[in-house]
């Protein structure tokens, strides 16, 4: 099974700064399963990436993605309020399984 | 639009079964481009994946439930319904219904979460 790890746990920003999130896998990963979501307390998760570097229906394009193999990186460029959130990427592998990273939490600085 | 949403108990007793159902409205279960599927999230924890289904009833669980899920599809009531046996406190979480891109497996649409706690 491929592990997922996210980092860093925590990031703190002010709103304007860019974030970069990283998520490394334990096992070379098909760009074209790694995904990421965006979860704001109480709700659900929110698609933003996929395929690696894909944005979804209506994602604002301050959202980027980008890597392959076993290092992936979602960038923001310039964090609005709203974006103050966890982010997880997403795998999905052989057997099938899908795994999700731990988490990376941006909050406001 | 696409819209899921979770129905079941909020609350199952230690060694019993919890069962759960997403209805999906506004699209067909049986569409060739989607599986559908089950995700949970523990108190303040990460997501993790339970299962999926495609609407032939053709199956994909994780390994470490996979002994204890059941997940099952009604066509007929564009439904599809999850099924965890002997459940422990472990088992508490907002459980998620959403629906995976075939192709890919990520999971573009979900519902908006029940709550089920494990305590007597």
């Known amino acids: 099974e491929i592990v997922l790890t996210q980092s860093p746990g925590t990031l703190s920003l002010s709103p304007g700064e860019r974030a970069t999130l990283s998520c490394r896998a334990s096992q070379s990963v098909s760009s074209s399963y790694l995904a990421w979501y965006q979860q704001k307390p109480g709700q659900a998760p929110r698609l933003l990436i996929y395929g690696a570097s894909s944005r979804a229906t209506g994602i604002p394009d301050r959202f980027s993605g980008s890597g392959s193999g076993t290092d992936f990186t979602l960038t923001i460029s310039r964090l609005e309020p709203e974006d103050f959130a966890v982010y997880y990427c997403q795998q999905y592998g052989s057997s099938p399984v899908l795994t999700f990273g731990g988490g990376t939490k941006v909050e406001i600085k | ?120």
Do not use: H
């Not at chain 2, 919890?18 to 599927?37: F, M, P």
């Not at chain 2, 059941?70 to 564009?78: A, L, R």
């Not at chain 2, 599809?80 to 998620?96: G, N, P, Q, R």
């Open chain 2, 1 to 120: 639009q696409l819209q899921l949403q979770e129905s079941g108990p909020g609350l199952v007793k230690p060694s019993e079964t919890l069962s759960l159902t997403c209805t999906v409205s506004g699209g067909s279960i049986s569409s060739s481009s989607y599986y559908w599927g089950w995700i949970r999230q523990p108190p303040g924890k990460g997501l993790e994946w339970i299962g999926s289904i495609y609407y032939s009833g053709s199956t994909y669980y994780n390994p470490s439930l996979k002994s204890r899920v059941t997940i099952s599809v009604d066509t007929s009531k564009n439904q599809f319904s999850l099924k965890l046996s002997s459940v422990t406190a472990a088992d508490t979480a907002v459980y998620y219904c959403a629906r995976l891109l075939r192709v890919r497996f990520y999971m573009d649409v979900w519902g908006k979460g029940t709550t089920v706690t494990v305590s007597s």
